[in-house]
């Protein structure tokens, strides 16, 4: 099974980065990275949201985004 691993990033979009920070059995926490690699760079508040299992790999919702392991 796939699993979050604190200190990577998993990216859905071009624009759209999320590094995980702390992670639990049951949630982690995130923090949702916007023109990652960019001079622009921004990084926003750490959040916490719920790890769902999946058959092979882990998945969590946030910001409208969809995230898997």
Avoid: L
């Amino acid at each position: 099974m796939r699993k979050f691993e604190v200190g990577k990033r998993y990216k859905e979009t071009d624009t759209i980065e999320f590094e995980i920070i702390k992670r639990t059995a049951k949630f982690v926490t995130y923090v949702e990275i916007q023109h990652a690699g960019r001079f622009n760079e921004r990084r926003c508040e750490p959040k916490r949201t719920k790890v769902f299992d999946w058959e092979t790999r882990e998945v969590f919702f946030a910001s409208g985004y969809q995230m898997e392991a």
